[in-house]
């Protein structure tokens, strides 16, 4: 299984640009990347996915680099209501191999 | 919008007793996910199936059983609850070609007593 690494906490303030980078060393050929959000007292929810170089969609954007063993989700311009646990997960190709670690919690202040 | 929901979002029970969970998501996916969380431990997976009558264990299958006999429907079966069994239950769905995109339901809070 390809295991990841995340920043357990990060603090930012309104309207700042969140990184959060995830590593994945073992990371296989055929793996995609996968970031989901978690606010308090619901399920996560799939924010963006990636193979390589870069992804954008309305929410955030992922940057992987060409040897794929990190990735960095970025967030523009956070808001309060951005204040949740990052999941990072690697896919290795068959769902019962999908592994959520404990997240990074990001605390967004005024 | 995908939805899946669950059937209770808070459940107590008694120790020994039979606990059904039930999920049903109107998407028409393939693929549907048990996983429950506990804090410090992130998402477990419990079993998942990519098919009706299809089950696969997950990590932590044992205390567990599931049926799909509706591609819509994925019910968890806690034969005989026990204390450690307190958790919260998420149901997932995902489409059969990409089993990272999931999509949750708001989970089932349930307290073994």
């Known amino acids: 299984l390809a295991k990841t690494t995340q920043p357990i906490s990060m603090d930012s303030y309104e309207g700042q640009e969140v990184n959060i980078t995830c590593s994945h060393n073992?990371?296989?050929?055929?793996?995609?990347i996968t970031w989901y959000q978690q606010f308090p007292s619901q399920g996560p929810r799939f924010i963006i996915q990636?193979?390589?170089t870069k992804v954008t969609n309305e929410v955030a954007s992922l940057f992987i680099p060409a040897d794929r063993k990190s990735s960095t989700l970025s967030l523009p311009r956070v808001s309060l209501s951005d204040t949740a646990v990052y999941y990072c997960?690697?896919?290795?190709?068959?769902?019962?191999?999908?592994?959520f670690g404990t997240g990074t919690r990001l605390q967004v202040t005024l | 919008d995908v939805k899946v929901t669950q059937s209770s979002r808070y459940l107590v029970k008694r120790t020994g007793e039979k606990v059904f969970l039930e999920c049903v998501q109107d998407?028409?996916?393939?693929?549907m996910f048990w996983y429950r969380q506990d804090p410090g431990l992130g998402l477990r997976l419990i079993y998942f199936?990519?098919?009706?009558?299809?089950?696969e264990k997950g990590d932590i299958p044992e205390g567990y059983s599931v049926s799909r006999e509706k591609k819509e429907r994925f019910s968890l079966i806690l034969e005989s609850a026990s204390t450690n069994q307190t958790s919260m239950y998420l149901c997932?769905?995902?489409?059969?070609?990409?089993?990272?995109?999931?999509?949750f339901g708001p989970g089932t809070r349930l307290t073994v007593t």
């Open positions: 998407m028409d996916h393939e693929n």
């Open positions: 990636g193979y390589k």
């Open positions: 199936s990519y098919d009706v009558k299809m089950k």
């Open positions: 073992n990371i296989a050929t055929n793996d995609y």
């Open positions: 997960l690697v896919n290795t190709g068959t769902a019962s191999k999908l592994t």
């Open positions: 997932a769905s995902s489409p059969l070609d990409r089993e990272a995109e999931q999509y």
